[in-house]
Structures are given as C-alpha cells and as structure tokens.
C-alpha cells in the first residue's frame, strides 16, 4: 500500500499540469483572438460588415464608404501641411487629448447616424426631390466621384460610384428635410448639424447602436488614401 501514494501523487500533479497548460493555451488563444478583432480590417474585403444599427436599420461599410472618403478628404490637407512628406504623422498625431484618426472616425460615424435619421424621416414624409435639386446631386456626386477615382479612391475602397450615388441621394434627402424640420420647430437649420444642441436633443430620443467590433478597425487616413 506504500507504493501507491506516489503514484496517486504523481497522477494529481499530472492532471494539475494539463489543466494549467490548458489554461495557458486558452488563454494565448484569446490574447490572439482580441488582437485580430483590434487589427485593421481591409475595407474592400468587409463593405458587407454591419458598421450601426439606426432604428432597426443596419448600415454596412458599403453605406458607409462615402463618409469615410469624405472625412478622409477634408483632413488630408492638413496632413500635408503638418508634414508633406509623411502626412500619416497628422492622422497618427494626438491633438487636444484625440487622436486625428479616431476624431475623424467618429465624426464619419455621427454623421452617417444624422443623415440616416433625417433620410428615414423625409421618407416618412413622403419627401420627393425637385428636379433641380436632381441637377444639383448629380453634379454633386460626378465632383466627388471624380475626386476619389483620380487618386484610385475607388479601387482602394472597392466601391463603385452607384455606391456613392446611393449615399449622396439619402444625403440629399436628409439634407432637405432637416431644414424642413427646423423650420418646423423655429430652429435654424445650423442646430439641426450632427453637432448642433438641438440635434443632440433629437439623438437621444433614437435607438441606435455603432458595431465598435467593425467601425473601430477602420483605420483613417489609410482608406481611400494611399501614403506608400
């Protein structure tokens, strides 16, 4: 009977060590899991990814390609004026306690909520375009589309400009009946901006939701643009 105690020992640390390696192993495998949902992701492979859910509706990277390049564009001049040579300092840089390309992602993403709203809520309406207004989107959007395929925007993306014309014409929509909407509450159409007070107010009675698991892996400043 003296001999067994060892080897009843031997078995408890045994197990005792495979629970502990397998608990190591877990572990680095989770490590290495939230790593990757941390990487960036590549734009042109995810534009089916669900990015927000605004009022039951989701909007996927597709939807969402023209804020990113539009945003992309408005800061970059100031990238090159930072440093000409190597604008990605700028959008790596930390200004005022936000990273440039994290600012710029959330305004991308705010904008998107707001212009999303005002879209379904023109919908609602019953809010048509005038053929004017029909001019002025086309012209709008054959700007932009030029802007962005000259540089090879599009291919980085992935996009095509039907994607572009499609957010554009919500846009134009949103746009319309925000001022509507101020007018109808005596409130300039400036306060109904995706920064303004009283469109603040307006947010919080929405139910919506940003998909951080895919927003927060797009990495501005390197989408559309191209810094090699």
Do not use: C
């Amino acid at each position: 009977m003296t001999g067994i105690k060892p080897i009843r020992g031997g078995i408890h640390k045994f197990f005792i060590t495979i629970v502990l390696l397998m608990i190591i192993v877990f572990f680095v495998a989770g490590t290495r899991w939230k790593n990757r949902q941390r990487d960036p992701l590549v734009f042109r492979d995810s534009l089916e990814q669900e990015a927000v859910t605004v009022n039951g509706q989701p909007l996927t990277l597709r939807d969402l390609a023209f804020y990113v390049a539009y945003e992309e564009a408005l800061v970059e001049p100031r990238a090159l004026v930072y440093d000409s040579e190597h604008p990605t300092r700028y959008w790596n840089a930390n200004m005022g306690g936000t990273y440039v390309r994290v600012a710029a992602r959330d305004a991308a993403m705010q904008m998107a909520i707001h212009d999303e709203i005002f879209y379904e809520m023109a919908v609602g309406e019953g809010i048509r375009l005038r053929s004017e207004e029909e001019k002025y989107l086309a012209q709008a959007e054959e700007d932009f589309w030029s802007d962005l395929s000259e540089h090879g925007g599009d291919k980085r993306m992935g996009i095509s400009e039907k994607d572009i014309l499609s957010t554009m014409r919500k846009i134009t929509y949103a746009q319309k009946y925000q001022q509507i909407y101020a007018e109808l509450h005596n409130d300039s159409y400036e306060e109904y901006d995706f920064t303004g007070e009283a469109y603040q107010k307006l947010l919080k009675k929405q139910d919506y939701k940003i998909h951080d698991e895919v927003w927060k892996r797009v990495s501005f400043g390197s989408v559309s643009l191209n810094h090699d």
